[in-house]
């Protein structure tokens, strides 16, 4: 490139705006802490019970033995509970100029105002921003944070709450279950189609500060509905823990789908429980987009529970230096006529480690179940590593399973065959690299997808020109 | 070593009992197992090592199966190719976990693996696990699994030609396993490969 601008990922994104909180729990976890969250929030009585549960649990859980390096998260050295400035502020202009200062600096609120519909942005815990437009409304679409949905619809939320990701499921569901704030409640009635993707920004941005969001997606019969969540996260020492439980059920005929977009700063550990449950012709998508963090953990499940469901993961994972991307997707086949599709792409590069790890089950009676699973690594440099771990535990003779992966690094052919035409090496790279991953990239939003090209860029040759 | 005139080897997994095998000097070799269970480890320790390892599982009854297999990397330029054929019948089990493991040293690597099974029975059961650990840029690593049943649309064409359906399911997993005796024909003894072909089609 021939002005080549220095713009330093860390220097663009890193930074942090001072903090100012209104309430801040001890470092640390035991009862008391989970007490005062809950009596913070003013929460029913069923709530407390199922956190004080989930604590007992999470204290009896063992760290999973396998997959990433966990042996660095210390539970005593973190914040479970911060809650920012002012709650719930209504419209952009009264939010507190710092953190539209944050959001300026990543040039979201030009798109958020301009483009899209449902905006709620989340800083630090709780969401403090949140713009549910008049048309949501209309239709009757419920499009809140869960603390206000715990609230206002506390029938709906107690009937679905937990009950696809109990917390005994694993130790990091116990510690959501016990510690969550801030989140995501959406309600789709029967029927309905959203047209406009539902998008919610979290940014952590308080030090030692783990950030445990509890999504719920409920999707009647024959709605549609697309969810997005985004993040950018400014680059902090010490490290931050993120485990969000995202529970998802998809009616009969309905369809939903949740695009992430996780671009944590490289101190995060990202440990995320998604889960979702399709009834009959139901169609549940994950499109999983993992850059950041320094340790993520991400496996999005989907269990098909209903004849002619179909569920599919497209998951991209980025790994550079320090990183260990180990994600994918978990799919169980239940029912009858079933379809599942697993399309995977990992980039390591600078001694970065991707790993993808995934699991599919055909039960007994899951007659004429169709599964294809897909995952394709490409390596950048010998510091790096990639590895695969697919599982498929098939219990049923009439169906149809195909897995493929491999593994390779950028054709020297294609280098030289673009380089022949005038590209630098680093654009032919970064041009095969966002080639590469273009299967997934043109099934996101375009504004993601642009911020994503970029940040392939940007992370690929130091920068954008 | 020009490639006409390399080192041909032929190891047959079921008679030499050792779990662990060394590849330390350049040359083609064949690995060939069928109905067993095990831990295997091929280590390729040379440059210019052609390695070819076929398996054949066949489940009846209540017969469990259990293979795990490495094929690992630790010299560059050298190749490893792994097919596992099972078919299962009846209550029968099959367990493959097989690992590609290219370590850094381990350029210039082509790695495949592949594991096909067809189910015969509804109550047959398959858990396979293909596993990469790639450590090194410069290679090419692919592997795949499929299970599935027979094609109904074979076995109706099959009919057609008024081959009934026992023969039709025969006649398709023969030919199903066939793809690696054909190899295995060119790669040992004719002694060795009749009473290997004997052996699979007793157990067919």
Known sequence: MANKKNLNFKQKYGFSMPKSYLFRAKKGLNKQIVESISKMKNEPSWMLDFRLKSLEIFYKKTMPTWGADLSKINFDDIYYYIKPVESQAKSWADLPSEIKDTYDRLGIPKAEKDYLSGVNAQYDSEVVYESVNKHLEKLGVIFCDMDTALKKYSKIVKEYFGTLIPAHDNKFAALNSAVWSGGSFVYVPKGIKVKMPLQAYFRINSDKFGQFERTLIIAEEGSDVHYVEGCTAPVYSSSSLHAAVVEIFVKKKAKVRYTTVQNWSSNVYNLVTKRAKAEEDAVMEWVDCNIGSCVTMKYPSIYLNGKRARGEVLSMAYAAKGQHQDAGAKIFHFAQDTTSRIISKSISRDGGRTSYRGLVQVRPGAKKSTVFVSCDALILDEKSRSDTYPTMLVKESDTHIQHEATVEKLGEDKLFYMMSRGLSRYESESMLVNGFIEPITKEIPLEYSVEMNRLIRLEMTGSVG | ?204
């Open chain 2, 1 to 204: 070593m020009d490639k006409f005139n390399q080192k041909m080897s032929f190891i047959y997994l079921n008679k030499n009992k050792k779990t662990k095998y060394i590849f330390n000097s350049p040359g083609k070799y064949t690995v060939f197992f069928n109905n067993i269970s095990g831990d295997y480890k091929f280590i390729i320790n040379s440059k210019d090592v052609d390695l070819d390892i076929f398996g054949i599982i066949i489940g009846k009854n209540e017969n469990i199966f259990k293979i795990n297999t490495d094929q690992i990397h630790d010299a560059p330029k050298s190749n490893s190719n792994l097919l596992i054929k099972g078919v299962l019948y009846d209550r029968s089990k099959f367990l493959f976990k097989g690992l590609i493991k290219i370590e850094k040293s381990g350029q210039k690597t082509r790695a495949y693996q592949k594991n096909q099974n067809l189910m015969m029975s509804d109550q047959a059961f398959v858990d396979t696990k293909p596993y990469l650990e790639i450590l090194a840029d410069d290679v090419f690593c692919t592997h795949g699994s499929t299970t599935g049943k027979i094609d109904k649309d074979s076995i109706y064409y099959l009919n057609s030609r008024s081959i009934d359906n026992k023969k039709a399911e025969n006649l398709i997993v023969s030919g199903f396993v066939n793809e690696i005796l054909e190899i295995l024909k060119q790669r040992t003894s004719k002694q060795e490969y009749l009473s290997i072909k004997n052996e699979i089609e007793i157990s067919l």
